[in-house]
Each structure stands twice: as C-alpha cells, then as structure tokens.
C-alpha cells in the first residue's frame, strides 16, 4: 500500500531533468529557487498553456498573474548566467490538469484505443485527464495561442530558444503519442479527411480492409500533428530550434491502476530511462513519486540523465558545442530505420540482429530515425556499426549507405523487402567502383566487401524464414551473428552479470594525456535489487582499464583483463576504460 | 459501492472489446493489492484462451462466460474472495470520478460488477454450460 508522501518543495518546482516549473511557485522566490539550482547552466521551461488562458480566448502574460511573466523568468535566468530554454508542447502533457489545455476547452476526452479516457498520474498522484488535440477548438485556440506568444517574446526583446515537443510513453519498444486519440473529435476530422482523400483520387473510394483504414487514420494523425508544428515553426520561427519526443517514466495507461497497489521497483524505473535514451526519446522522470527519487534512483539520474546530457539535448541548432570531453550516451551499433514502424521492428526481431546485439552490445547501441538521419554527421562519430534494413530504404538513403561505407565506416544493410530498382543500384554500385565481393553462404547469401577501414556487409534474412521450425532457430540466428562479428574482428567486453543488474556504456574523446587512446569507454552499473549480486567482466587487450569511481555498496576484484564486482543492495559503480581501436 | 467487499479481497479485472479483433474481449490488466497479476505466468486450464505477451493482455473470449470463467480462474489461483470486472465504461467513470490514485480502485468498485465467491459462481456457470 502507498504511504503519506513527503513532498519536498524543490522536487514540485524542479522535477527533474533541469526542467522547472514556474507556475508552481510565487514569481517572488523565483530569483532564489533557481539560484539554488548548482551545476546546471540551461533552465527547460515547459509553457504551460492552460495557466497563461482559462478560455483559450484571453491570454495572460504578466497582465493579471505575475507567476505568468515569461519575461522575467527568463531574465532571472540571464541576471543568473544561466540560459532559459522554453518548450511548447504539440500534444496532452501528463503532468498538468486536462492535459495542459485551458479549463474551457477541455471539452472532448481524448480515448485511447482501447477506448479508455487518455489520462497520467502525475507525481502527487493526481490523475490528469487528457483531451482532444483534434477537436478543431482547441487547434484554434492554440495557434492563437502562438501568435500571442510569438508577439509577447519579440515585443519584450527576450532572447530565448524554443523548442516543440510531443509527450508520450515507452511501451514493447515503440514511442507512444499522447496525441494518439480514437475520440468523437478523432472520428468526424478523419471522415472529412477520409471525404477529402476520395474526393482527390477516386481509387481511394474504397477503404474496406482494416489495416488500410489504420494506416489512414495514422496519415491523419500525422497530418493533425504537422498543424500544431507548422503554427509553432509559422509564429515561432525566429526562435524556433525544433522537435523533441519526451517520453514519461511511469507514463503508460496502466501504471494508474498499478500505482494504486504498489509502488515501482527501481529497476522498472532504469530500464524505461536506458530504454527510451536509445531510441533518442528523452527519458522524463517527473511523474515518478518523490519518495521513490532517492537512493539508487537519484544515483541513476545523475549518472544517465545528467545536466551535461539535458544541455547537449537541447542544444542550439546552430551551435556545435558538444564537448569531445565529456562522456556522452555509447552508441557502438546503430539502427537506422523507421524505428516507429511495428514492421521495421518484425524485420529486426526475426533477422536475430536485435536479440544479438541487445545481448552482446547491451546498452552500447541506439536507434536513429532514417527520416532524419545525416551521414555526413556520422564522420566524426564514435558509432562503429550501422545497420539498415531494406524495408526502409530508399534511393537517397541508400546512397548514403553507400558513401558511409565509401568513407569508412562498418554498414550492414539487410535485403529483406528492398525494393527490385534499389538491388539494381546496389549491383550497378559494385560494378561500377569494381568492388570485390567476397560471398559465403551461411544460413543465408552474406556479400562482404571491404574498402580501406570501411566494411559493407549485405546479407538478406528473408532466407532465415526457411530456417526448420525446430526450436533451434533463435540459436542458430544468433550462431549466425557470433560468426559476422567474428569475421569482423571486432572485440568487445564480455560482461556475465546476474540477474536483476543493470548496465549501460558511455563514451567520450581523449584529452592530450591520453593519446595512446582513441576513445575512453564508461560502463556504469546499478544493483537494484535488494539481493548481492556479482558481475564479471572480461576485457580484450584493446580496452585498458584505467579505474572505478563512483563506487557505492561494491567491491572490486581486478586480475589481468578480468574484473568482479560484487554488489550489496543498490550498489553502483562506473569502470572507465581506454580503448585502442 | 457495496460496503461489505474490502479491496483487499478483490480482484480488479478491467477488459475491453478490440474492434480490429471481431469486438472480442480482452483483459487488459488484472490487480490486487498484493501486485499485478502478470498473464505470461498465469496457467490456462481450460483451453479458452491465447496469451498475447507482447501486447500485455489476455484474450480472445468470445462471451461474456468465457470471460468470465477466466476471471473466475484468476481469482481462485490469486487466493481473493471477489471480483470486479470492469468494462470501458466502468473504468472511464471511476477515472473522472477519482481525481487521485488513492481513491480510484473504491471508485472501480463502485462502477464495476462485483462477483463474490468464485468457487460457487464457476460451479454455477458450468451447470448452466453442461
């Protein structure tokens, strides 16, 4: 059963993750909450919409409530050294009453799709219910809403960024919207919708199956989505930096229910944090009850959701200040996929690469969405694999593919339901720069081709559906992606941690002391348990381990390339490692 | 909301019908206080049933008999003494009417159907079945 929270009035104003909540206290001790604030340079300000209009109609900034004076906020922060970020939200938030929309236009209830109210349970317990976004009322209200927003920042000469973004949750790998809504609103928007569409092509007369009606409404869903971020990027422009997804540790529907019976393990906690950091969703711990930050958990957050991490995430876009110094997220692998579609997601699944790599690169491996995806970004990455899949590949991302290859870099593209014209490109690709293919057949056709350090590796695993239903195809998949890492002589930690412990890597460049290095690995591990637990990890001679620190509740045994740790009850310690590649 | 069921004898079972799935039932999640009842371990005696893990749920059932049986199954192997089976309806009012989590599983209690010993209620079910 729950017991009395304590609430501490810094956990109300500052839930987390530098972000802080101004209306939550009086714009009097503004000046001296912030300044309380150690060791963090850039304030989040979420906007919150329904605070500054009841109606939607009329508009307060500092004109009846000083709590809504933006303006000042924003210069305590500048008088404090310290940069005012403000973020508009494009869908419900979790986190305010009706899902932060103005009491008058909470109207229509947003129903998810099992036709359950769209609602969260903030920190304090409270339930917020969630409204349509796609009630045409509060699409109005809201770009006026921007318009006097965009106004009241030029006219009040403040110099501020802002930064869109949608609230969601983390659930079977994918990134659940907030804005996702099956309501009455929902409903008569996508019949004009649908009307509109038939009107322009009559072969869309038909909609009859289900999964064309899905993919519809999923069009319509987009397109709604596009309407709020146009009237943000339309009024906002001048200070517009772009689009972030905020996924919600505890967010997901049922954790109302199951809140009201027992309180979230740590480890459910880490595992949506890592989770969703990889899947570049920005990890917020804001509904997580106070009483459960503490310990672990806030050992956890400063490790994985740092300042230094939450800054960089809200960097200006014209602006490259990423320090080569500081340890960011380790990204070894990369997906680049639509990482959003369930059937990107069937195709990893049953080539074995995800099950691979969650277990040999854990937490050394994250997703890029291809849509935005820039290989002239990745020269200088410290990834050293990229993986697409021949679902969603088309010409531009091929070439890119191709020239990431070309330029060195370890790509590995997998067939499967790619397109007859990009197989073309691909085979007039090998002809034209005569590349010699090496092929092997091991479960499937594998073509290596190697250029300079760049390795490209092209297999197809629609092969591997032909393998015996025998029970032994899991096994014989992963036998399958031993032996390509093999090949590629990549070595890699092998870490044998018990079950329950967690881990995840970090990486950052070499400062001039440490030249003989290429890069400085950091694994940080975390017992959230209420056993001991024991971890060993054995290091190949690339990876020179150089020492331990944070260590809390842990003990260290280190021989040559072999290191045990044992570990009390929420223990936590982080290994750095200099690694010659 | 009946005065005599305590929530710590209950078992909270909420479902919903899936209109991409012939408006078949599914239950969503079943609770007690003593924790969530995770699907992926739970033993299926009667053959009624196909344990959907990835979507977290269990189902389909055709009727409301075959839901109910399963829930009745539930129940016994959670040892409680009462279930509240909660439609869409049920869960969405208990959610506007709560306002906090403290107070949302008496208001579940109030909108959805209560069904008291499950030992006699399976025998009744399977005497109007066979």
């Known amino acids: 059963m729950l017991t009395t929270p304590v609430i501490k009035d810094e956990d109300t104003v500052f839930p987390g993750e530098n972000w802080f909540l101004y209306w939550k206290t009086s714009a009097s001790l503004w000046k001296s909450k912030i300044e309380s604030l150690r060791g963090v340079n850039k304030i989040i300000i979420p906007v919150n919409w329904g605070f500054h209009s009841d109606t939607g109609d009329n508009i307060d900034f500092a004109g009846e409530k000083p709590e809504t004076d933006l303006k000042k906020l924003v210069h305590i922060c500048e008088d404090l050294g310290k940069e005012a970020i403000l973020i508009l939200p494009i869908s419900p938030v979790p986190y305010l009453p009706n899902g932060g929309i103005p009491f008058l236009l909470a109207r229509t209830e947003s129903l998810n799709s099992t036709m359950v109210f769209g609602s969260a349970l903030d920190a304090d317990g409270v339930i917020n219910q969630f409204y349509s976004f796609f009630d045409p009322r509060v699409y109005k209200a809201f770009t006026k809403f921007t318009r006097e927003l965009s106004h009241y920042i030029s006219q009040s000469g403040m110099n501020v960024s802002l930064w869109a973004y949608e609230s969601g949750y983390f659930n079977n790998g994918l990134f659940h919207s907030y804005l996702h809504d099956r309501s009455s609103a929902f409903d008569q928007g996508f019949t004009r919708f649908l009307q509109a569409k038939k009107a322009e092509d009559e072969e869309n007369s038909e909609v009859t199956s289900g999964q064309k009606e899905d993919s519809l409404r999923k069009e319509y869903e987009s397109m709604i989505r596009e309407l709020y971020l146009e009237s943000i990027k339309n009024d906002l422009g001048f200070c517009y930096q772009g689009m972030k997804k905020i996924g919600y540790v505890l967010g997901r529907p049922h954790d109302i229910f199951i809140s009201s019976v027992e309180n979230a393990a740590d480890s459910r906690i880490i595992d949506e944090v890592l989770m969703m950091s990889r899947y570049d969703i920005i990890p917020s711990t804001m509904l997580v009850p106070a009483r459960l930050k503490k310990g672990l958990i806030n050992i956890f957050r400063d490790t994985v959701l740092s300042s230094t991490y939450i800054e960089e995430t809200f960097e200006d876009k014209t602006i490259q200040n990423k320090s080569e110094f500081v340890f960011h997220p380790s990204s070894t692998f990369s997906f680049v996929c639509q990482k959003e579609d369930k059937e990107t997601l069937k195709d990893l699944t049953d080539s074995g690469v995800i099950n691979f790599v969650d277990e040999y690169l854990k937490y050394d491996y994250d997703f890029n969405d291809l849509s935005e995806f820039s290989w002239e970004d990745e020269l200088e990455s410290s990834r050293y694999f990229y993986y697409f899949t021949g679902r969603d590949l088309d010409l531009r991302s091929l070439s890119a593919a191709l020239k990431m290859f070309m330029n060195g870099l370890n790509v590995f593209i997998d067939k499967k339901n790619l397109d007859d014209k990009l197989l073309r490109r691909l085979e007039s690709f090998y002809i034209e720069n005569d590349l010699e293919i090496e092929r092997i057949r091991y479960l499937c056709l594998i073509e290596t081709i190697s250029m300079g350090e760049g390795r490209l590796f092209i297999f197809d695993s629609s092969e591997f559906e032909d393998l015996q239903k025998d029970g032994q195809k899991s096994d014989k998949k992963r036998q399958f992606w031993n032996k390509v890492f093999d090949s590629l002589d990549f070595k890699y930690p092998e870490i044998m941690a018990e079950e329950g412990l967690r881990y995840t890597w970090f990486d950052r460049g070499v400062a001039s002391s440490e030249l003989k290095f290429e890069r400085v690995k950091r694994v940080s591990f975390f017992n959230p348990t209420s056993y001991k637990k024991k971890v060993k990890v054995r290091y190949p001679s690339q990876f020179i381990f150089q020492k331990s620190i944070d260590e809390k509740n842990v003990s260290m045994n280190n021989t040559t390339h072999e290191i045990e740790l044992y570990f009390l009850p929420k223990g936590s310690v982080s290994l750095d490692f200099g690694v010659i590649l | ?130």
């Not at chain 2, 078992?11 to 969530?36: C, H, P, Q, W």
């Not at chain 2, 129940?75 to 003494?81: S, V």
């Not at chain 2, 049920?90 to 906090?100: E, F, H, M, R, Y």
């Open chain 2, 1 to 130: 909301m009946n005065a005599e069921i305590k929530t710590q004898d209950v078992l909270f079972v909420l479902y919903s019908f899936d209109s991409n799935k012939e408006m078949m039932r599914f239950i969503d999640l079943a609770y007690s206080t003593k924790g969530v009842l995770d699907f992926s371990h739970v033993e299926i005696e009667e053959d009624l049933t196909q344990v959907y893990e990835q979507e977290g749920r269990v189902g389909p059932f055709e009727t409301e008999e075959e839901l109910l049986q399963f829930s009745y199954e539930l129940c016994e192997k959670a040892k409680l003494e009462s279930i509240c089976l909660c439609d869409v309806d049920a869960v969405n009012q208990s959610l506007k009417d709560a306002g906090n989590v403290n107070k949302l599983n008496d208001h579940l209690l109030e909108h959805g159907d209560i069904l008291t010993d499950p030992d006699r209620k399976k025998k009744g079910l399977f005497s109007n079945i066979f």
